[in-house]
């Protein structure tokens, strides 16, 4: 079934041409765009008239469901690419111990900070390259390690696949642009994936157990002189 779309709202504002995106506004009208979709590689058709929105579409085929996803991780990777670093959320734990005495429970409650927010330089990118049982949309290399990112547009990370991050043992946090416009420039994406940590929640860090039995030590300590 095809995209019901408002005739004056942008359809796919990115297109594939050579292997790089391209914007609709980079590109001549019609077939001479030479563009094709990112998610199903159909022929596009750039649309650049003067009364509705610009926009490519599909060539004779049903608009793709997912062009606009795939689109994004592109542009995801191509903006990580040309900033080479990106900031990281700051990652709070929370843990409780209970203890019983007179036939009463109590508890205690802490937290501890597993990082801080920081920005770190990203020395390699390579998008959606297949790493064990998994597919992760973008495997960066930081400090010389294998650091992995996801990026949510309509299908957030479900419980199978952290599960499968959790077994693998890489860094992972996951970026939220389901909120990103259709016609977002690449200021906006560049701002949503390198500098925002708002939008940015992590998966899996390397240190976070570690710092799980270090509270919960502590926890356990202060517990024991209350009781």
């Keep these: 079934m095809k995209n019901k779309l408002s005739s004056n709202q942008v359809k796919l504002p990115y297109g594939l041409k050579d292997g790089e995106l391209v914007h609709i506004s980079q590109v001549p009208s019609g077939l001479a765009c030479h563009c094709y979709c990112a998610s199903c590689h159909t022929l596009l058709v750039a649309k650049k008239g003067k009364k509705n929105a610009h926009g490519f579409s599909h060539y004779k085929s049903d608009e793709c469901a997912h062009a606009f996803e795939t689109t994004l991780h592109y542009l995801a990777k191509k903006v ?3 900033s080479a670093q990106i900031s990281l959320p700051e990652f709070i734990i929370h843990e409780q111990v209970i203890g019983e005495t007179c036939g009463q429970s109590i508890s205690k409650s802490g937290s501890a900070t597993v990082c801080t927010e920081h920005s770190v330089i990203i020395e390699d990118i390579k998008l959606e390259k ?26 957030f990370v479900d419980e199978l696949k952290e599960q499968k991050l ?3 043992q ?14 977002a420039n690449i200021d906006e994406i ?7 940590v708002v939008n940015k929640t992590w998966l899996l860090h390397v240190d976070t ?19």
Excluded at 209 to 227: H, I, P, Y
């Design 166 to 168: 959790n077994e693998i």
């Design 80 to 82: 990580l690419e040309e």
């Design 170 to 183: 890489i860094p992972c946090i996951e970026i939220d642009l389901s909120n990103v416009a259709r016609d």
């Design 190 to 196: 560049r701002k949503q994936v390198v500098d925002l």
């Design 130 to 155: 297949p790493l064990g049982q998994i597919i992760p949309d973008v495997i960066a290399t930081i400090n010389g390690s294998r650091f992995l990112i996801e990026i949510a547009v309509t299908h």
């Design 209 to 227: 157990e570690q710092v799980r039995e270090r509270l919960k030590a502590d926890l356990k300590s202060k517990l024991k002189v209350e009781l």
